[in-house]
């Protein structure tokens, strides 16, 4: 079967269309078979919405220009990280609530944006909806690409622990979500028990973690997917290969293919590595009767242009269906000549 490449990308309104024109035309050259413009950011659309601060309809541009480069184009949409002023003073409570009882509207974990909202929330569930809807409105778009589709990480990734300070030895409250009024009842109807005040060791409960895991799998399934497959749209997910430390269960998800973010500098890991995660989440799909393809997901500041061959390599032979890169302002010439050696 013929690999399929994508690339994440910044929809930087400022360039021109001869200048989209010219860098879509590189990226078919290169062996790039679909793009990811970043049209939902956690706080602007870049697309006529209705219900979303706007900075322009970047995505409805790009359509046409791609398709004429022979390109798919896939919004790529932050979905459960939400830093809308207008939301934020509206709906308080639908931000996740960590174990300690902080809201992450108020005490955002790590950084600054990481204002995740909760997903047993019915505003939340439609909130996120009508961006479905719009979005699947739009003609020509090929795609809709679900990112942040999860929980706040409750251990960083390893490479990242030092940056912010930190050895995440366990669970730590301030870290572990969601604990809101919602998900403690939703838990007690089908446990018994209310997971912040009758579990001595949250952590270390397997129905509370799947509790969770299965709040955001339903989302997925049932709320965003079916509305993106209506109108024609292939879902997809970029996706965690530690699944577990963000809820993050996508090998049960119903979407069309999963991009799994196979950072290996964010875990101290080398290349080799990215070939396992490929193997593992295949086979962990495998398991539940799934069959979707996986495209590697490479973080190009760890995988500078004469890494790129290798990392391309240990992924197709670990059954990737193709790479996705992330992203377009760290791809450097050196990179597209090696794309366009093996694809192109
Ligand atoms: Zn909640």
């Known amino acids: ?9 910044g929809p930087d309104p400022e360039l ?21 413009p970043e049209v939902f950011n956690n706080s ?41 002023p207008d939301v934020m003073e509206a709906h308080p409570e639908w931000y996740d609530v960590s174990r300690k009882g902080e809201s992450t509207r108020d005490k955002p974990p790590y950084v600054g944006y990481y204002r995740f909202m909760c997903p047993s929330r019915p505003g939340v569930q439609q909130f996120l909806q009508t961006r479905m809807k719009e979005l699947a409105r739009i003609e020509g778009l090929d795609g809709i690409h679900l990112d942040y589709i999860r929980f706040p990480d409750v251990i960083l990734a390893e490479a990242l622990q030092p940056k912010y300070d930190l050895v995440q ?8 979500f969601c604990y809101c009024d919602l998900c403690r009842e939703g838990f007690r109807e089908q ?15 397997d129905a509370w973690f799947q509790y969770r895991c299965d709040l955001i799998s339903r989302l997925v399934n049932e709320d965003l997917t079916p509305i993106g497959r209506a109108a024609g749209k292939q879902m997809t997910a970029a996706v965690f290969p530690n699944w577990r430390h963000v809820r993050q269960e996508w090998h049960k998800w119903e979407v069309d293919a999963v991009l799994p973010m ?13 070939g396992e995660h490929c193997a593992s989440g295949n086979a962990r799909m495998q398991d539940v009767g799934v069959s979707k393809p996986l495209y590697s997901g490479l973080y190009l500041p760890d995988v500078p242009p004469e890494q790129l061959q290798q990392a ?3 992924s197709m032979q ?27």
Not at 51 to 75: D, K, M, T, Y
Not at 170 to 176: A, C, G, L, Q, V
């Open 191 to 205: 446990h018994g028990i209310d997971p912040l005040t009758d579990l001595e060791d949250a952590p270390a409960s």
């Open 169 to 176: 030895d366990s669970e730590f409250p301030e870290y572990d």
């Open 44 to 84: 602007k659309a870049f697309w006529a919405s209705e219900h979303l601060p706007v900075v322009a309809p970047v995505l409805e541009r790009l359509i046409p220009l791609a398709h004429a480069a022979g390109i798919e184009v896939h919004a790529w949409s932050h979905i459960m990280t939400c830093n809308i």
């Open 16 to 36: 021109s269309d001869d200048d989209w024109r010219r860098r879509l035309g590189q990226l078919k050259n290169a062996g790039f078979d679909a793009i990811l």
């Open 1 to 9: 079967m013929k690999a399929k490449n994508w690339l994440w990308l």
């Open 318 to 344: 670990a059954g990737a269906a193709g790479v996705s890169l992330f992203s377009q302002g760290s791809l450097e010439e050196g990179h597209l000549q090696v794309m366009q050696r093996y694809f192109g």
């Open 312 to 314: 391309i390599d240990v």
């Open 262 to 274: 196979l950072y290996n500098g964010f875990y101290n890991e080398d290349l080799q590595w990215i």
